[in-house]
């Protein structure tokens, strides 16, 4: 169309687009997130990192990406960012890693995941670490808040991992020693020791530890190339940790966040060890970009020379204990009620059509189990009428220490009141009730289900109804 | 009481005056622009931080009315000032570096949109899952309806950025020409169907029509 269609505004007409403007002005701009600049200055150093480390072409890696300055040609932008990359890689190779060593933050990151999941790379080592994980996050069955592990490591299949566990209300601590010695694994827990036949995804200490996933998760996030992978950067050398020289790494806060693993949904800085890629200190940031767990490694020592003794396995406890099964999946309501140990609060009514789905029920959090078997802890899903997970009920002992986060203040029904929090496209309503823990979530993921979402009023609408069955 | 004559007088120059002002500060803007500028393409990265935060609000306000996340406003701004920051050597001046800034936010923004529409037409079960629910509450609607943002989201993408950098922000028509790679002529075009859309989808609202 040309200029001449459009002829001069009127007085009126003008004075009608400035109103609009004004009004346009005034639309709400969201503040950045928190932690935005730390992110994007991070990300900044990298890029000049990776242009001076070009001992060849110091700036070379700036000046071949594209002329932004001109309209838009996407092959240039293409060649550019292409070239960019390769110079990049080139530049990182030159850093003082070792020469084998990977040149992006995403090969960093997988090559760190590897060496913490399978000993890639590790010579024999010794080393204590400190998991610390703050309360804060929804987590149906949260890390105990402090784990020491004391770890020699002769191999993949010869190591020993002592870890001292807090009780997630401190009520006190507990020792769990698992030995690996070939293909079979002893377990000493409470003086008792059984010894297990190692599968293909028990193999190292920190697969074992449970309460490392959140980093290893994290890691092989920033690794992988999916719609989920989280940005990734190195932040250059870090401080000498324990004599080692580290590496920095900047993770991202997750696209995908889930609540299974919180701790892994904000951003994280890991600092590895510039040759093995071992984590050796590692903070990560939950939900609100508070941090949520810390990871600290101590006495490191590399290339020991182990006793035979210090992996000679223990003799098995002769009593037996009975086998209960940890996780159980329940047909029914009623099959439910029969497996718990005391009657659950089922809801008296449910909402905008949803429908009973999935009951599994699960030895709850710091609860070895009764003589029983009996299950302590279970998640209803409840599905809306397109049959698609929209809801879920959790409920566990009162002293539970699932889900102490804070939000906003609700009331469920007079005398009965819940705190309600929503963010990263789910809301969470929790409560305590008649000695249970109780939780509703619509929309995220959690437990390994993704829900659609329903309106805040349901959940409160469910929590209302909440009523024992009585057994 | 002051004569007609002289009250004119009084307003000219105070209207003088402000003209003045405003005159020295954007004067005053440009030169510290132009130093941080310069210290930005020898790699000073406080210097590009300081250089980005002149135009920061602007930046996010046409990001987010484009992606309509504060999450992927945020994800899409890093993108762009890293790429920014890359290509700052190749920066020629020839625009003004906030229409520059526009035009690579701009285009990152509309990279993220394509990804997002093409992956709309291969949904899996798990990305349908995730995307937002058919039946919002009604309560959300209604007051969504009076809003301007709604009727702002109801436009094409390049409508909205268009009549985002013309009327919010100011631009002038070749400046957002060169920013989203168009004729000036075209900005004209969608800047009047944009007007006239907006208006017509608040006066409705006011009158308590419904919206298509």
């Known amino acids: ?471 | 009481m002051a004569s007609a004559s002289g009250t004119g007088e009084r307003f000219e120059n105070e209207a003088g005056q402000r003209w003045d002002r405003a005159i020295e500060r954007t004067q005053e803007v440009v030169a510290v622009e132009a130093r941080l500028l310069a210290r930005a393409r020898t790699g000073d990265l406080d210097a590009f931080v300081q250089l980005i935060g002149l135009h920061d609000r602007a930046l996010r306000a046409l990001a987010y009315r484009l992606l309509e996340d504060p999450h992927q406003m945020d994800d899409a701004l890093q993108e762009a000032y890293l790429k920014a920051f890359r290509a700052l050597r190749g920066f020629e001046g020839r625009s003004a570096f906030g229409s520059w800034m526009h035009r690579i936010v701009y285009n990152v923004c509309m990279d993220q949109l394509r990804q997002r529409s093409s992956g709309s037409r291969r949904i899996s079960l798990g990305v349908a899952d995730e995307m937002p629910d058919p039946m919002p509450d009604p309560g959300e609607v209604a007051a969504q309806r009076v809003d301007l943002a709604a009727a702002l989201a109801s436009l094409p993408p390049k409508m909205r950025a268009t009549v985002l950098m013309v009327d919010a922000e100011g631009m002038d028509y070749q400046a957002v020409a060169d920013v989203l790679g168009v004729p000036v002529g075209t900005v004209r075009s969608r800047l009047s169907q944009a007007r006239r859309l907006l208006r017509r989808a608040l006066s409705e609202d006011k009158s308590g029509h419904e919206r298509p």
């Open chain 1, 1 to 471: 169309m040309s200029d001449r269609e459009y002829p001069q505004h009127s007085p009126a007409a003008a004075g009608r687009d400035e109103v609009l403007g004004k009004a346009l002005r005034r639309l709400d701009v969201p503040e950045h997130r928190p932690g935005f600049d730390a992110e994007l200055r991070a990300k900044l150093s990298a890029t000049l990192s990776e242009r001076d480390a070009d001992p060849q072409h110091p700036g070379r890696a700036l000046r071949a990406r594209s002329r932004t300055g001109r309209a838009r040609h996407p092959s240039r932008w293409t060649l550019g960012l292409a070239a960019a990359a390769a110079l990049a890689l080139v530049a990182a190779v030159a850093v003082a890693l070792s020469a084998s060593a990977p040149a992006s933050a995403a090969a960093v990151a997988r090559r760190a995941a590897r060496a913490e999941r399978t000993g890639t790379g590790l010579p024999p080592f010794a080393l204590t670490v400190v998991t610390v994980t703050t309360p804060g996050g929804f987590q149906p069955e949260p890390p105990p808040p402090r784990v020491t592990d004391r770890i020699d490591y002769a191999g993949p299949t010869l190591w020993r991992d002592k870890s001292v566990v807090t009780e997630p209300f401190n009520e006190g601590t507990h020792a769990i020693t698992r030995i690996r010695n070939g293909h079979l694994i002893a377990s000493i827990a409470d003086g008792r020791v059984s010894v297990t036949r190692a599968t293909r995804h028990e193999g190292l200490p920190f697969t074992v530890m449970a309460w490392q996933q959140a980093a290893l998760r994290k890691l092989l996030a920033a690794g992988s190339s999916g719609r989920c992978a989280p940005s990734a950067s190195l932040g250059g050398d870090g401080p000498v940790i324990d004599g080692r020289p580290t590496l920095i790494l900047q993770i991202g806060g997750s696209p995908c966040p889930s609540a299974d693993i919180p701790q892994s949904d904000g951003p994280a800085t890991f600092w590895l060890d510039k040759q093995t890629f071992l984590v050796l200190r590692a903070v990560l940031h939950g939900p609100g970009n508070r941090i949520a767990e810390t990871i600290a490694v101590t006495g490191l020592r590399y290339h020991v020379r182990f006793p035979a003794s210090t992996f000679a396995l223990p003799k098995p406890s002769r009593t037996k204990l009975p086998a209960c099964r940890a996780a159980i999946s329940l047909p029914d309501l009623a099959a439910l009620e029969r497996a718990l140990v005391r009657p659950p609060l089922i809801p008296g009514s449910l909402p905008g059509g949803l429908r009973v789905g999935r009951i599994d029920g699960s030895l709850g959090p710091g609860s070895p189990g009764s003589a029983h078997c009996k299950i302590t802890a279970f998640t209803i899903t409840y599905n809306d009428p397109a049959g698609r997970p929209a809801v879920q009920l959790y409920e566990a002992p009162r002293t539970s220490p699932a889900v102490r986060f804070p939000g906003r203040a609700v009331t469920i029904r007079p005398g009965l009141t819940g705190t309600i929090t929503s963010g990263s496209h789910m809301v969470i309503l929790w409560w305590i009730q008649d000695g249970r823990y109780c939780s509703l979530q619509t929309g995220g993921l959690t437990a390994g289900v993704r829900l659609t979402t329903v309106p805040t009023a349901h959940l409160i609408q469910i929590a209302a109804s909440l009523r024992s069955t009585g057994h």
